[in-house]
């Protein structure tokens, strides 16, 4: 029984291996060689395929020939269906190139034959382009749009396509003169490093321009062509950037837009070719693809072999077109900065040796007229991302939280010399006047500035309502409608002891920008909480735009930080209301009136209001100290900040009135 159950089962394994057998009409292998065939030509490389009716070689160096012009790019090839006829099949083979930002989708068809129990490739031009002849390769042509302009209020033209001239060794015209001596003599004259430059012009080959400097032709140009001229091979080439009016305008917010280095065409994987300009920080880069533009591009046949001279004399033109996209010029990114306002933020902050910013603002809409940061941030934009504790500008914080819980500017405060809280002493500002010490109006408290007020007011008002005030201010909050990188300020909503003792005056793990700084004098003038805004066409922003930067971001170990910033919270469901902002209003005009911040008094126009702020920072003793002052002024608010740089009122005060007086 046994014996026989195995035959029977032996008979009829014998019956399935030879059905299968029998339908085996060689579809896997072909299916097989399609997709060894798609692979070979996605990796542009069929060495090692097996080829019918070409050399195997040959038939790789005409593939690699044919799409030389699309290098770097390799395609996506996908095999289709097979359709099988006896010892023959065909498939199709689904071509995707990336050109660029673009796509080109063809399809072209493959013949297999079997040989044996192999499939081999029947070798045609038409395998890599359906339209393609024998002898025909492919050429690519890009046309790049120039960049657009970065426009200011009023589409004043902020940056824009600029006249300069490239200053260089040209090695073709340098004749029998030693490259080393001239290019010595032309760093010399332009101000670069001579060694490096001489090091350079000597690596480079026979027929290279060697650039030394790009200099603007603004009509401030020192070196001139004829010093130039001097110089075997030196030459000068015109040429047009875009550019800033000048070179450290609005720098640190715009950014910068130069030639795409290798490292960026690398990292773009193929969105970049060598030529193309590309932004570096700020809008430049964050809003780059939006000022960039997209190539054209178009894809021909030509004549292998003919030169480009060949094919610009014959009549007609032998090349065919295969694909093409039209060049899209880039969209000009509109922005609110106003190009006076900004240059004289810039102008009142040249002598300022530390890191400083001033921020302007216009109230009514929350434009931002001028973000400056000064020659000592180096190239950082302190007035949008800067990190620092506010100091005594935090009262109208403060003071917006004591009027929500019953208080009015009349309401009396204690103003002591002194105050300590569990162990820590807190006092005024050196030279505090004796006169406005003991029980004094929160208006004249907040006039003078007298910490010792704020913060023995402290249990009426809890850590959470600081936080809520600040918010209501538009501090501390996102910020939708910017369109540009900022921080916009962390209070912390959790604290006692000495810690909420520190917030009431700016201190402790309270801090903002001065962009937040200007905003909280911007919500006071409007009575109403402003959200800021820098651009208005926020097209291609990255998704970065409008982000809270964490503390590291900071160029300086003074610009506070303790920690990362919380995240922004969104905006505020307690908005400062047109009362509560009357009584602030109140109290900063005092600070003009009877206050700290006098000197502003003689500024023309609409009365000016103000708060002036010093923040400690660091383990010196005495302790090192950061100076800020706010103002409001008709429909413009001023935050000015000085890092390391004194009392508020001295420092930030004078560069404050300039601004305002100059600004009118």
């Known amino acids: 029984m046994g014996k026989t159950k195995n035959l029977v089962l032996g008979l009829a394994a014998l019956m399935i291996a030879g059905s299968l057998t029998a339908c085996d009409d060689g579809r896997s292998g072909a299916e097989g060689a399609a997709k060894q065939l798609a692979s ?113 209020a009023g589409d004043a033209k902020l940056v824009s396509y600029r006249p300069v001239v490239h200053v260089g060794i040209d090695k073709t015209t340098i004749g029998s003169a030693d490259p080393a001596v001239s290019a010595a003599k032309l760093a010399q004259l332009v101000g670069v490093d001579e060694a490096a430059y001489v090091k350079q012009v000597q690596a480079s080959g026979p027929q290279a321009f060697v650039s030394a400097i790009t200099l603007r032709e603004d009509g401030n140009r020192t070196v001139t062509d004829q010093q130039i001229a001097s110089i075997p091979g030196a030459r000068g080439i015109p040429d047009f950037l875009p550019l800033a009016p000048t070179r450290t305008f609005a720098r640190a917010v715009l950014g910068t837009a130069a030639e795409a280095s290798a490292e960026q065409i690398q990292k773009a994987g193929g969105a970049l070719k060598v030529g193309d300009t590309v932004g570096t920080g700020g809008l430049q880069e964050q809003y780059d693809a939006q000022l960039r533009g997209q190539d054209g591009v178009s894809i021909k046949t030509r004549p292998q072999g003919m030169t480009d001279d060949q094919i610009k004399a014959a009549r007609p ?57 000064g020659p000592g941030s ?21 003071s917006l939280a004591l009027i929500r819980n019953g208080m009015t500017p009349d309401s009396k405060v204690d103003c002591t010399p002194t105050i300590t809280v569990d162990g820590r002493t807190f006092k005024n500002a050196e030279g505090y006047p004796a006169s406005s010490l003991g029980s004094v109006a929160l208006r004249d408290a907040f006039a003078h500035s007298c910490n010792t007020a704020f913060i023995s007011s402290r249990d009426k008002v809890s850590q959470a309502q600081l936080e809520s005030a600040a918010t209501s201010l538009g501090v501390a909050v996102q910020a939708p409608k910017l369109g540009a990188d900022a921080f916009l300020g962390s209070v912390p909503g959790n604290a006692d002891g000495t810690e909420h003792a520190a917030s009431m005056i700016g201190q402790g793990k309270v801090l903002l920008s001065p962009l937040a700084a200007a905003i909280m004098a911007a919500s006071v003038a409007h009575g109403a909480p402003v959200s800021p805004q820098l651009v208005l066409n926020p097209g291609s922003a990255s998704p970065s735009a409008g982000a809270t930067p964490t503390a590291s971001g900071a160029p300086s170990s003074s610009a506070s930080p303790v920690a990362p910033a919380s995240p922004a919270a969104p905006a505020s469901d307690k908005p400062v209301t047109p009362a509560e902002a009357a009584a602030l209003s109140d109290m900063m005009r005092a600070v003009v009136t009877s206050g700290h911040a006098g000197f502003l008094a003689s500024v023309p126009g609409a009365p000016v209001g103000a708060k002036t702020g010093t923040a400690e920072f660091g383990n010196d003793n005495p302790p090192k100290t950061h100076a800020w002052i706010v103002a409001v002024h008709g429909d413009l608010a001023v935050a000015v900040f000085v890092e390391d740089g004194g009392l508020g009122a001295t420092t930030s005060g004078p560069l404050l009135k300039s601004f305002l007086t100059a600004a009118g």
């Open 378 to 398: 180096n190239g950082y934009n302190t007035a949008m991302l800067g990190q620092y504790a506010p100091g005594s500008t935090f009262k109208i914080v403060d």
């Open 317 to 373: 033109d032998p090349r065919r077109l295969l694909f093409a996209v039209n060049v899209k010029p880039g969209d000009p990114l509109k922005t609110t900065l106003d190009p006076r306002l900004q240059q004289l933020a810039e102008d009142t902050l040249g002598g300022v040796g530390p890191a400083s910013a001033i921020v302007a603002l216009r109230p009514s809409t929350g434009a931002v007229l001028a973000a400056a940061s």
């Open 40 to 152: 070979s030509l996605a990796a542009l490389d069929v060495g090692s395929l097996a080829v019918d009716g070409k050399d195997a070689a040959a038939a790789n160096e005409q593939l690699k020939a044919v799409f030389a012009a699309l290098d770097p790019a390799k395609p996506s090839v996908e095999s289709g269906a097979v359709k099988l006829d006896g010892d023959k099949a065909s498939v199709p083979l689904n071509f995707t190139w990336k050109i660029g930002t673009a796509e080109w989708k063809y399809t072209s068809q493959a013949a297999l034959k079997k040989s044996g129990d192999k499939w081999a490739v029947q070798w045609t031009t038409t395998l890599l382009e359906p339209d393609l002849k024998d002898g025909e390769v492919l050429d690519k042509t890009v046309t790049s749009p120039s960049r657009a302009d970065i426009l200011g």
